[in-house]
């Protein structure tokens, strides 16, 4: 079955930097798009950043500049580096495949604060 699974978040200041990883299974990585999404306390969940299966990519406008997607296509991985992080950025971030329907995974929760 598909499966997602998020690592890497934690506490870091406001300026500071996060990687963030999702490993995925389940299916043939390679052949599918892949996004990392985020929903802060109290409001919908949003798109940050996606990868094509090209490698080609797109930004959410907040974090353009900041937030560099990647994929390993030989290890099944999706990375998010964060840098300059805000205290907007505080949220729980997914990581999201779609197939015959979406999925997610549990979330990794980021943490921005002095």
């Known amino acids: 079955q598909v499966q997602l699974v998020e690592s890497g978040g934690g506490l870091v200041q406001p300026g500071g930097s996060l990687r963030l990883s999702c490993a995925a299974s389940?299916?043939?990585?390679?052949?599918?798009?892949i996004a990392w999404y985020r929903q802060a306390p109290g409001k919908e969940r949003e798109v940050v950043a996606t990868?094509?299966?090209?490698?080609?990519?797109n930004y959410a406008d907040s974090v353009k500049g900041r937030f560099t997607i990647s994929r390993d296509n030989a290890r099944n991985t999706v990375a998010l580096q964060m840098n300059s992080l805000k205290s907007d950025d505080t949220a729980v971030y997914y990581c999201?495949?779609?197939?015959?329907?979406?999925?997610w995974g549990q979330g990794t929760q980021v943490t921005v604060s002095a």
């Open positions: 999201n495949v779609g197939i015959s329907r979406m999925y």
């Open positions: 990868i094509a299966i090209g490698g080609s990519t």
């Open positions: 389940g299916f043939t990585f390679r052949n599918y798009k």
